[in-house]
């Protein structure tokens, strides 16, 4: 499997995995502050971006298994990894897979997984449904727009415009998406890293209550909810996402 992944600063390692349809390049608005004081780790997932497109259906283990080839190909025995929606989900296997490869953990807008995760809401589930009958371009729009919170409509142009030239293969999309749908949850009592969970409140992709499973579930966690933010808090609010995700790491 080939994963493509670069390294950006110096410092103790972090680990960033996105989710669902976004390269590593969905990590820009923060990873130049990051830099500043960590050696940041930025991959493209199974099914996206540089790397491989195996046939799918694929699995947030499998996933996590990729997360792992990148530590081991930058020469990394140890390091925080951050998680976002489906990379939340990646992130929770890894922990639970391989305690000793993890120090700190966050996960930002994801799920438990499971019967007990609070399903997506409504909104989300119409908009699949109606995508459906949408051209292409109208249907990425409405997704950029549902994934942002009430104060993020001035980003819609530019994210909008980042996926265009970065399109995505529809089949690893889709095996990918196979991985969230059919997360079944992991051993969450079992996280030996002392995990921050942070969340949007107006995220109408993952149901914030979710947040709430997660920091329950977890033996040392931390809830920070992020008011009025959407799915996409670290496009939003990524100042403040850094802030407080460097305070947790030290």
């Not at 976002?84 to 000793?100: K, N, T």
Request: aromatic share 6%; charged share 20%.
């Amino acid at each position: 499997m080939r994963i493509a992944w670069e390294s950006a600063g110096a410092g103790n390692p972090v680990l960033l995995i996105q989710g669902l349809g976004y390269a590593r390049w969905g990590w820009d608005p923060v990873v130049p502050a990051l830099a500043e004081a960590y050696r940041v780790l930025t991959f493209d997932n199974r099914g996206i971006g540089e790397s491989d497109v195996p046939p799918g259906p694929y699995t947030a283990a499998e996933m996590a298994s990729d997360a792992l080839q990148v530590l081991d190909e930058a020469g990394v025995e140890r390091a925080h990894v951050v998680g976002a929606s489906l990379g939340g989900m990646i992130a929770q296997e890894l922990a639970v897979r391989a305690p000793e490869r993890v120090d700190r953990l966050v996960l930002c807008c994801t799920t438990p997984g499971g019967a007990g995760a609070v399903p997506m809401p409504a909104r989300t589930v119409a908009l699949f449904v109606e995508a459906a009958q949408l051209e292409p371009e109208v249907a990425l729009r409405r997704f950029v727009e549902n994934a942002l919170g009430p104060d993020g409509a001035g980003l819609v142009d530019e994210i909008v415009a980042r996926r265009l030239a970065h399109p995505f293969d529809p089949s690893g999309w889709q095996a990918q998406a196979a991985a969230g749908t059919t997360f079944a949850g992991t051993a969450l009592e079992t996280i030996q890293a002392p995990t921050l969970v942070i969340h949007g409140t107006d995220d109408a992709v993952v149901d914030a209550a979710n947040a709430e499973l997660l920091t329950e579930r977890i033996p040392q966690a931390t809830l920070v909810l992020l008011p009025r933010a959407g799915h996409l808090l670290f496009w939003e609010r990524p100042a403040e996402f850094v802030r407080i995700v460097a305070g947790f790491l030290g």
